[in-house]
């Protein structure tokens, strides 16, 4: 199994409010992007907390459980950083408005599970093409829902920075959990809107074609997406994984 993680704060921002984290657990990979949201200071916070907190509930609760629930422990996992950013945004009025977007996943033996709460993305790359997994909980997604504006209209929409559900922001968030069969030769990305906003689908389903392991992909995605003047953080993990195991 083959991954690695990148983050840049990119040309345009005085920090970097994205934080990532993976790891190797049991005979497969955990991963977990965020992008903080409340002033530059706050938003590293919450993200920070956000993604600590998701990876050790994570791992705890999939190296002790049989496999058979992966995706239930990824929203769980979800809940309880919602619990972690939201108890402090409550704790005093410069907290207000702090919150996070979330992509967790977790690829082991046959099946890949995501989570994902925000407009931080999880997509499959394979040779037939790219298939973004997770849904955007945003403004510019429902639009596109409700047949208003196309997906490339939203790229440059004035609502394309809001989003409708954050981790930290609410008592509760509801999480969406997807679960898809890993392909021979599959490669899955997870990353923040800032590489998204940079880099087309098809820019990085060429990248992720073109580069034989995960820490050579993710340099050339961070590059290609700051060279593209993106306007934002940019956070990438890559799992290249081996089909049936690590």
């Known amino acids: ?8 704060k990119g040309r345009y921002r005085a920090e970097n409010q994205d934080s990532f984290d ?6 497969g990979v955990l991963a977990v992007v965020c992008d903080g949201m409340g002033g530059e200071v706050h938003g590293l916070l919450a993200s920070d907390l956000a993604a600590g907190r998701f990876f ?13 629930d992966s995706g239930d422990i ?4 979800v809940d309880a950083a919602n619990r972690k950013v939201y108890r402090l945004a409550m704790q005093a009025e410069e907290y207000d408005g702090m919150g ?10 046959d099946t890949a599970f995501f ?10 790359i394979a040779k037939d093409g790219i298939v973004q ?3 955007d909980h945003s ?7 409700r047949g208003e504006i196309t997906r490339a209209q939203s790229r440059h929409h004035p609502s394309r920075k809001y989003i409708t559900r954050a981790v930290g922001s609410d008592r509760f968030v509801k999480s969406d959990v997807f679960s898809v069969p890993i392909r021979e030769g599959d490669r899955f990305l997870l990353c923040s809107d800032g590489l998204t906003k940079a880099l087309e689908d098809a820019e990085l389903h060429r990248v992720l074609l073109a580069e034989d392991d995960a820490e050579s992909a993710c340099q050339v995605l961070i590059r290609e997406a700051i060279e593209n003047d993106a306007r934002d953080n940019v956070t990438a993990i890559v799992i290249y994984p081996k089909k049936g195991g690590a």
């Open 74 to 77: 990824l929203c769980q996992a």
């Open 56 to 68: 050790a509930f994570a791992r705890a609760a999939l190296e002790a459980s049989d496999g058979e």
């Open 22 to 27: 993976m790891g190797a657990v049991r005979d």
């Open 115 to 124: 989570v994902n709460v925000g407009d931080s993305r999880a997509y499959r």
């Open 1 to 8: 199994m083959n991954f690695y993680g990148l983050s840049d």
């Open 133 to 135: 997994i997770t849904k």
């Open 139 to 145: 403004v510019v997604q429902e639009m596109i829902d």
């Open 100 to 109: 996070t977007t979330l992509v967790g996943g977790y690829c082991q033996g």
